[in-house]
């Protein structure tokens, strides 16, 4: 498949990597065995989003609302969070890609903590590539962590009230770091955003595939981002300002 020109790339890709279950369900399989092949995937989108010259893939694997999914689902996500960190630091270093995470990982299991902390320290240093994992993320949560932070900054003198503004209060995202998102994919058919980068998906391009998450390919990435090269992004401008430049 031939790919869109270099400056149609998306720098950044966030994913919802949704319908492992479903994946599993209709091959009668339990649905852990779903979450085993899409980390199998995650492998495989990891390696083809570098070779797209893609810098930053977001890849969306826990919610804050997936903990109230039965206990074993749970325990073995974690397990496999855990094998997946332990099984990729030797791909992620050979490849120069630098691990980051968004959500409140302090509640994750201790042991998938350390390898978290293990993968980011080994990575730290490059500066081309990055993976980003969403881990116990909700945009509501982070919404709500970033209120307390700006809140404390502003009892503590450091940020002044008046010059409140999106830059400002930006910087207390766990995203801080991090470009928003040019281009969101979803897989599996569903076509809602599930408290995924409300506010960093402003005017990001959306792409909803049926494809469920274990069968997605990199032809299938590739397909995504020949769309979204075909959309104009507008930014509130009209099509002729973007033809000509604002005047
Ligand atoms: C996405 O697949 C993985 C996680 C949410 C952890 P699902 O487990 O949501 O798959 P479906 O939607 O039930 O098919
Ligand atoms: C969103 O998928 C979360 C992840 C992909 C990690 P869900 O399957 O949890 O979302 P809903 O419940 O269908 O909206
Ligand atoms: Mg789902």
Same mark, same amino acid.
């Given at each position: ?86 099984r990729e630091?030797d791909n ?7 691990l980051l ?13 350390? &390898? $978290? ?7 730290? %240093? #490059?500066?081309?590539?990055? *993976?980003? @994992? =969403? ?69 990001? &391009? $959306? ?7 274990? %069968? #997605?390919?990199?032809?299938? *990435?590739? @397909? =995504? ?23």
């Amino acid at each position: 498949m031939p790919s869109p020109a270099p400056e149609k790339i998306p720098q950044h890709v966030a994913i919802i990597m949704d319908g492992n279950g479903r994946w599993a369900q209709t091959r009668g399989l339990p649905r852990l065995e779903g979450h085993r092949r899409g980390v199998e995937t995650v492998r495989t989108i990891v390696d083809a989003a570098r070779e797209l010259g893609i810098r930053y893939l977001t890849l969306y694997a826990f919610s804050v609302e997936n903990w109230k999914r039965p206990a074993d689902e749970v325990s073995g996500l974690m397990g496999l969070l855990d094998y997946f960190l332990k099984r990729e630091l030797d791909n992620l270093i050979k490849h120069k890609v630098r691990l980051l995470t968004i959500g409140r990982t302090d509640a994750l299991p201790a042991n998938v903590q350390r &390898e $978290l902390k293990r993968v980011i320290d080994a990575t730290k %240093d #490059f500066t081309e590539w990055h *993976l980003v @994992l =969403a881990l116990n993320y909700g945009a509501r949560t982070e919404l709500a962590d970033a209120a307390k932070h700006y809140t404390s900054a502003v009892l503590a003198g450091t940020e002044k009230l008046a010059e409140c503004s999106w830059e400002n209060i930006s910087r207390y995202l766990y995203t801080s770091a991090i470009p928003d998102p040019d281009l969101l994919i979803r897989t599996s058919g569903e076509q809602r955003v599930s408290n995924f980068l409300l506010l960093q998906c402003a005017y990001a &391009e $959306l792409v909803f595939t049926p494809v469920l998450w274990p %069968d #997605f390919q990199k032809a299938d *990435l590739q @397909l =995504a981002i020949t769309e979204y090269a075909q959309r104009e992004r507008r930014y509130g401008l009209t099509s002729e300002q973007i033809k000509t430049g604002p005047r």
